[in-house]
């Protein structure tokens, strides 16, 4: 067996543990990142697309936000589309300047990758049969195999659970210590890429009776656009005319508009899930991102509530090894938690405002358009969407 001493070892390279690994090179903090996938994979898996000004501004401040600055897409409003008439929700005008960065998930990736091998770091990609070993003790160890079928094992003083949701760190604290909280929606999203011109200059979120529709970017060439659909529908169930005849009847307005059509190259279904477990800790590991909640994309805070975790758990592993601080890894759970129960409330309101449920009457359409006409109507509505949707402040940092 290979042994090797680090001192944070990271379990995935998805946003929350690449982020986390670049803070820690930059605070002089030695790891290892493990990812079970290919690079080629993770920096072509499709996901979200909009990051929050303080995500953006972490990007900038890693050293890795120079691409995503050319790229991207600075949006300083979004349009709440209901009854065929277009509300603009004006971020800075109401957040006091803020706005978000449409900017796709895979390219973050990419530009993480991209700066940590840069840096020589050690990332290990398709390795095989991970396990969490001894986390209730000062060293705890993390097995795996490599590409090549080598049995391996780190020891750390820390381990961060970056996993997502299909990972082995979550299970691998005992029974009894967690509890989770979950709410399950009765519809999934089809997302899609097409080969198009931009059919907003905004994002469009569209409440309809059909179902919801939302109209996204990703570059002057080509589209993203989801449509509510069945938490279990296949994609053979959606050629490309049902689809474009779908988006074109949810985003109908009285004046005529019509998406701009063309080649779909993409097509994907996600189910909607709300889930935070409690605790995010065991011992000297510490879990973050998916691998601890999950949020219904409706409210785009996925990813960006995953660089929020590291940012809080960075911060209390920085201070240990400063320090000798041990309050602010006791409080991890504590601190992360008031974030991530505020982006819950938000994502699940934003679903349950902007989806046709199952058996929902016209009571229930009209009562959702009364919402939006409401929130988009008035000032504290208006600035109540627009500070959750650009990302709340960071001032919690401690519990
Ligand atoms: P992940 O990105 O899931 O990264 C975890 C990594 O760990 C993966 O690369 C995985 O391969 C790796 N891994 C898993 N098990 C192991 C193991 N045993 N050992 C080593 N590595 C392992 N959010 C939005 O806001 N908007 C969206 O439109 C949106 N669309 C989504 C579509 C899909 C299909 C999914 C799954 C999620 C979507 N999300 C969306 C959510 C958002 O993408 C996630 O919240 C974000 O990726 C979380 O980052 P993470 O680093 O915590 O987890
Ligand atoms: C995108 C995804 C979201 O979940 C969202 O709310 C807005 C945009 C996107 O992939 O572009």
């Not at 770091?121 to 490599?146: C, G, M, Q, Y």
Request: with cysteine; hydrophobic share 40%.
């Amino acid at each position: 067996m290979n042994t090797v001493k680090t001192q944070v070892a990271i379990i995935g390279a998805g946003p929350a543990g690449l982020l986390l690994s670049q803070i820690l090179h930059l605070e002089g903090i030695e790891s290892i990142v493990l990812e079970t996938r290919s690079r080629e994979a993770i920096e072509a898996t499709i996901r979200a697309g909009v990051l929050e000004q303080g995500t953006v501004d972490l990007m900038n401040q890693l050293g890795v936000g120079e691409r995503m600055q050319r790229e991207g897409f600075v949006h300083t409003g979004t349009i709440l589309r209901f009854d065929g008439r277009d509300r603009r929700i004006d971020f800075p005008e109401l957040t006091g300047g803020k706005a978000v960065m449409v900017y796709a998930q895979h390219e973050v990736i990419k530009d993480l990758v991209a700066a940590r091998l840069g840096a020589g770091a050690d990332i290990r990609f398709e390795v095989k049969d991970v396990s969490v070993n001894d986390t209730d003790t000062a060293s705890p160890k993390v097995r795996f195999r490599s590409k090549d079928d080598e049995l391996h094992e780190i020891t750390a003083d820390f381990i961060a659970g970056c996993d997502g949701t299909q990972g082995v760190c979550r299970p691998s604290i005992p029974a009894g210590v967690l509890k989770g909280f979950e709410r399950l929606y009765p519809f999934g999203w089809l997302g899609i890429l097409c080969k198009a011109p931009p059919s907003s200059d905004e994002l469009i979120y569209a409440l309809h009776e059909r179902g919801f529709a939302l109209v996204s970017t990703r570059s002057p060439d080509i589209q993203r656009m989801y449509l509510q659909c069945e938490p279990t529908d296949k994609i053979e169930n959606w050629s490309d005319d049902r689809i474009w005849a779908e988006f074109r009847a949810r985003l109908a307005t009285r004046d005529g508009w019509a998406p701009k059509e063309g080649e779909i190259f993409s097509k994907t279904v996600v189910g909607m899930r709300s889930f935070v477990t409690e605790p995010m800790q065991h011992g000297r590991l510490f879990l973050a991102g998916d691998a601890a909640h999950v949020v219904p994309p409706t409210g785009a805070k996925g990813l960006n509530l995953a660089a929020a975790d590291v940012r809080v758990l960075s911060r209390a592993i920085v201070e240990f090894y400063r320090k000798g601080r041990t309050d602010l890894l006791d409080g991890y759970t504590a601190t992360a938690l008031r974030r991530i129960w505020k982006a819950q409330r938000f994502s699940w309101w934003m679903t349950s405002m902007l989806h046709r449920f199952p058996g929902a009457d016209d009571f229930q359409h009209r009562v959702q358009i009364a919402e939006l006409d409401y929130v988009t109507g008035s000032r504290a509505g208006s600035t109540a969407l627009a500070e959750n949707y650009v990302g709340l402040p960071f001032d919690q940092l401690e519990p």
